[in-house]
């Protein structure tokens, strides 16, 4: 089975600061890590490949700092890793993304399965998973707890729901974002690590992908952030006061009203 | 201080590093109490590589030696000796095979401990036979194609656990020195079966148990070595392995400092952090200046003994004796700076001293160690008056 896990550098929530003034992330001294869910999306694909066979391919668009990042994901058991680097991709939001990462792949082209993490932790759009199988017109399964099995042309896999799980059995190729109770990663292996070392990143620019100038980056971004602020916290607040019996009075005559 | 490891040797501590602080060290307490073997532990340990690191890279090890199994074992022991010494088990077993064992016997079970796969366990001592390894009983007869090995052996780590055992036996009582030899028993040998698990002091994680070998046939090819030839493999396997046993000394007592400053600097007494007291500071250099020692040793010794192979005896025993007098005195200069908090098992300091203690006593006594530190001097200063 051949997989591309998508994955995304992020500040380390651990450190992360606001800036007062813009009210945008800070980012200068903070730590850069892979998005904790991307993680979890390269574990199952890693542990797909040790049952199937085949081999995994991690992809990020993102700036050249981001090559750690692909290097740690290759410790960790991805055989290939390309970077979609350039600066006409700067300022995208999940529209101009989605697209970028939909040429890289149309570029990379053999594929069985997609899998991203349900969304990444600095933006929480959770959108690019979805639009990326929008654009490359397969089938897409969020948040995904379980793939259950994979046999000839379909996988069959658990969705995570509020009040249990979908089972759900799609054709291949497909995408599928992932939750962090699909599997625990697993910690890079010292041979891991020294081929991560050595191997060759594929860096692929706006033009190697072949794409449009005018979908990329900030020009081919349907939204725009017009104002960044922390929402004021709202909701009032009540303390009873009394003996437990007269709290429990009170609690019901305010409750009462509503049952 | 750096050591100046290679960018390979780093990448060992770094993986090691982080299976300590993401396993081991949440774990500790809780294997502590519970006294179960650290079994997705040492699961990790073998996905990471790392039970291949001092295994020749024909056996499918990654080819390193000494030194690097001192540098993961460090880390280990400074999250939990107990996982530490589950984790150096298979390697003291393994060591018979390495050194003296034949081609085919290299080959057979070298890349499955390699792997993690199975994991191996020594058998030296018995209950008339610890210091003095003469007294050993356990005898291995020779019928037609097969031994067939009768006794007990006592306090075996990994026991019940490894699949691998690599076990001395008198094969002539009238040769002496000279009549045992090292077999390997697998664990589904015919005969073969394990004691009642020991309650320890410390490393309570670690499996303790006996080997009971009752008319115990093993095929006649699983010899180690030359017949009769079990003490010398012994003996070098021993200063293969003491320097492991000596950064766990090393490990733990790092473990303990680090327990010990991060503690002083929080806890508050006459207004002020306890690490603003000369009394306290005295004692949290003293141990800071004793784990710095007995890791530049131990580091200088497994060097010493990657690159002399003939000349192992006394940089092993040196430094196995320095570093663990120095974890037994160092955790209990660390329960003191915690004080009534350290003696209570809400603090992992407790359980590293208890820990301590063991190292004092295994792979040889710090007295037989020093005997061979000893005889070591006497030859040498023989050769040069």
């Known amino acids: ?201 594929t860096k692929l620019t706006a033009v190697d992908i072949e794409a449009d100038p005018e979908q990329l980056g900030l020009k081919g971004s349907t939204t725009q952030v017009v104002k960044v602020f922390s929402p004021e916290l709202k909701g009032a607040r009540a303390m009873l006061a009394g003996t437990p019996s007269e709290q429990v009075a009170q609690l019901y005559a305010k409750l009462s009203p509503l049952l | 201080m750096d050591y100046f490891l290679s960018e390979e040797q780093q990448m060992i501590v770094d993986v090691a590093r982080q299976i300590t602080d993401e396993m081991i060290v949440p774990q500790r307490a809780e294997l502590d109490e519970t006294e179960d073997y650290p079994r997705d532990i040492l699961t990790a340990i073998a996905k990471a590589d790392l039970y291949g690191l001092y295994i020749p890279e024909e056996y499918g090890g990654l080819g390193g030696g000494c030194f690097e199994i001192v540098l993961a074992l460090e880390q280990f022991a400074r999250g939990c000796t107990g996982v530490a010494t589950a984790f150096a088990a298979s390697a003291l077993g393994a060591y018979p095979i390495l050194i003296s064992g034949s081609e085919e016997l290299k080959q057979k079970y070298m890349p499955l401990i390699a792997n993690g796969e199975k994991l191996a366990a020594f058998a030296l001592t018995e209950a008339n036979a610890g210091s003095d390894a003469s007294g050993i009983q356990t005898t291995a007869v020779l019928d037609g194609d097969e031994w067939v090995l009768n006794g007990t052996k006592q306090w075996i780590t990994n026991a019940g656990e490894a699949q691998i055992y690599t076990v001395i036996a008198i094969t002539d009582k009238s040769k002496g020195p000279r009549g045992a030899t090292m077999f390997v028993v697998e664990d589904t040998d015919p005969g073969f079966s394990y004691g009642v698990k020991e309650k320890k002091l410390g490393i309570r994680c670690s499996s303790t148990r006996e080997l009971i070998f009752k008319d115990c046939r093993i095929p006649k090819d699983r010899v180690i070595g030359r017949i009769g030839m079990g003490f010398i493999t012994v003996m070098k396997t021993l200063d293969q392995s003491r320097p492991g046993i000596a950064i766990l000394g090393v490990g733990l007592g790092q ?129 040069s008056s």
């Open chain 2, 255 to 383: 473990g303990a400092l680090d327990e010990a400053v991060t503690y002083a600097k929080q806890r508050v007494q006459f207004g002020k952090p306890i690490i603003s007291f000369q009394a306290v500071q005295h004692i949290l250099a003293d141990m800071a200046i004793q784990v710095e020692a007995g890791r530049a040793l131990v580091y200088s010794a497994a060097k010493h003994i990657d690159a002399h192979k003939n000349d192992m005896s006394k940089a092993s025993s040196m430094c196995k004796v320095f570093a663990t007098d120095m974890a037994m005195k160092v955790t209990v200069d660390a329960v003191q700076v915690l004080a009534g908090y350290g003696y209570m098992r809400d603090y992992p300091v407790e359980k590293m001293m208890r820990d301590a203690k063991i190292l004092q006593i295994y792979e040889g006594t710090n007295q037989i160690q020093r005997n061979v530190i000893g005889q070591e001097l006497n030859k040498e200063y023989m050769r």
């Open chain 1, 1 to 201: 089975m051949k997989i591309i896990v998508c994955v995304k550098q992020v500040p380390d929530a651990k450190d992360v600061r606001l800036d007062p003034k813009t009210n945008t992330l800070s980012r200068e001294g903070v730590q850069a890590i892979m998005n904790p869910y991307d993680r979890h999306a390269l574990e199952e694909a890693v542990r797909l490949k040790e049952q199937y066979g085949g081999m995994v391919t991690v992809l990020s668009m993102g700036p050249p700092q981001a090559e750690e990042m692909l290097r740690e994901a290759v410790s960790c058991g991805a055989d290939e890793a390309v970077l979609v680097s350039d600066r006409a991709f700067a300022g995208a939001d999940t529209w101009a993304t989605t697209y970028t990462l939909s040429m890289a792949i149309k570029k990379i082209d053999d594929f069985d399965l997609i899998l991203c993490g349900k969304q990444a932790i600095d933006g929480d759009t959770a959108q690019v998973g979805p639009g990326l199988a929008e654009r490359l017109d397969i089938p897409f399964v969020a948040y995904v707890r379980k793939i259950n099995a994979c046999t000839g042309n379909t996988i069959r896999a658990e969705r995570l729901m509020d009040d249990g799980y979908d089972l759900v059995e799609v054709e291949l190729p497909a995408l599928f974002t992932v939750v962090k109770e699909i599997n625990e990663p697993r910690i890079p292996s010292l041979k891991g690590k020294m081929k991560a070392k050595k191997i060759d990143i």
